[in-house]
């Protein structure tokens, strides 16, 4: 069966870094896009970055453009976020999900599965 298990995550002080990692199983993983979102308390779950099958193309929220990015190693089935400069408004659980093609891959509705989460809390 499919699983997504996400790693890295932690507590840092803002303007540190963390690496993010998603282990994925049970499937071709070269074959689909994946993606990064995030969900903070009592806020919505939202797009961070999206990533094509090979890794030649990617996508950023505009909040994370130029501090985090998006990377993947098919050999490994591993998808990777590398987040620098972070700030206290980056605290939230972090999920990798495997998106269903030909959906948006900025919206959470267009993946079929979901890691369990990791939480990054960023302190000022």
Known sequence: QVQLVESGGGLV???G?????????????SSYYMGWF???PGKEREFVAAISWSGGRTYYADSVKGRF???RDN????LNLQMN???PEDTAVYYCARRMPPGDYALPR?????GQGTQVTVSS
């Open 75 to 78: 050999a490994k089935n591993t």
């Open 17 to 29: 870094s963390l690496r993010l990692s998603c282990a994925a199983s049970g499937y071709t993983f």
């Open 13 to 15: 002080q803002a303007g």
């Open 38 to 40: 995030r969900q903070a």
């Open 85 to 87: 400069s972070l700030k």
């Open 69 to 71: 990015t998006i990377s």
């Open 110 to 114: 267009s993946y079929d599965y979901w």
